[in-house]
């Protein structure tokens, strides 16, 4: 961060209007990745500072523009600091991430979500999923956050949670919780789909880890403080959605479809099934790869 030493800062900054400016300031110089959650600099910083002050995330930037007390400006020094210089994401800071409208729970534990998977689910998977679907898996669930808002998306349906981490599913057993889905949802911790053995599902839905191994030490800073095991899959990217496509048929009830993103590696998974005709859906907040493909057009 810039030279000036803590206290400099701390005594010149007066409001929070002054700190998003400077935050993102930093965050330029620092050459800083917003790709987890947030577009810009400026967004990132305003939120942390509205969380620092307690004020809610969509309040007027009004509240910003008053003086602050010297505590107040030292706790938002240390959260810059915190994102800034250790590159710590926004969410691991605060310990919340915003994903299809609602809040969740998230640590070093998970990876922060931020699937395109979040649109479709707020359009109920409209017009791909028809029927309200009755069971639902979410395969690779980390804090469990597509399977639960999908989960209330369709309040009638039952919901398995499936990760190989149980780390993870520690997280998304205290997201299950605050929704009050424990009832509905169960948690099971499975390589892919090797603990599901004999179970149907109506819709599957996955967002699984697709950066080859060699990319993932390559990515900005932000992403070493994730679980790598959410990120790396085999030399290509490859190896969790091809296993996937070539799994899911048997997991799936009739008339079912598997909803999954690979960002993007779709040309990789065309090469990989040239047989079967995936649809690729445009989508309007941004993202790429995100695939639905219904039972009988999977292999065997
Ligand atoms: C890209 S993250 C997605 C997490 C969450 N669905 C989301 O969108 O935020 C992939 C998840 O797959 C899990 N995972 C990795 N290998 C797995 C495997 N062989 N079987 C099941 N889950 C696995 C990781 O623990 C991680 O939680």
């Known amino acids: 961060m810039t030279d000036a030493g803590a206290q400099t800062v701390i005594d010149v900054l007066e409001t929070g209007v002054d700190w998003v400016r400077w935050g993102a300031s930093e965050m330029h110089r620092a050459d800083r990745c917003s790709g987890h959650g947030f577009n810009t600099a ?23 523009r008053g003086r602050l007390l010297r505590d107040e400006r030292a706790a938002i020094y240390d959260a810059l600091h915190e994102r800034i210089a250790d590159a710590r994401p926004v969410a691991y800071i605060t310990g919340e991430a915003w994903f ?38 979410d395969l690779c669930c980390g804090s469990g956050c597509i399977g639960l808002a ?15 981490s149980p ?45 080859p191994r060699r990319e993932v030490d390559a990515l900005p800073d932000e992403f070493a403080h994730e679980p790598r095991m959410g990120l790396e899959s085999g030399e290509d990217g490859m190896e969790h959605p091809r296993r996937i496509v070539a799994e899911a048929r048997r997991y799936l009830a009739d008339g079912g479809c598997l909803i999954g993103e690979v960002g993007a590696w779709r040309p990789e998974l065309e090469a990989a099934f040239p047989a079967v005709p995936f649809t690729w859906i445009d989508l309007e907040q941004g993202g790429e790869g995100v695939f639905v493909v219904r039972d009988d057009e999977l292999p065997r």
């Open 42 to 64: 400026l967004d990132e910083t305003a939120f942390l500072v509205r969380h620092v002050l307690g004020l809610p995330r969509d309040s007027s930037p009004d509240w910003l």
């Open 100 to 137: 299809a409208g609602m809040p969740f729970h998230v640590d070093e534990r998970v990876l922060i979500p931020r699937s395109p998977l979040g649109e479709l689910i707020q359009q109920r998977f409209s017009p791909w999923v028809a029927r309200a679907p009755e069971r639902i898996l």
């Open 150 to 164: 999908a989960a209330m998306a369709f309040p009638e349906s039952t919901l398995v949670l499936a990760d190989l």
């Open 167 to 211: 780390d993870a599913l520690a997280v998304a057993a205290q997201n299950t919780e605050a929704y009050g889905l424990e009832e509905r949802t169960t948690l099971v911790e499975s390589d892919l789909f090797d603990a599901l053995e004999g179970e149907q599902f109506d819709l599957i839905l996955t967002n699984p880890p697709y950066v």
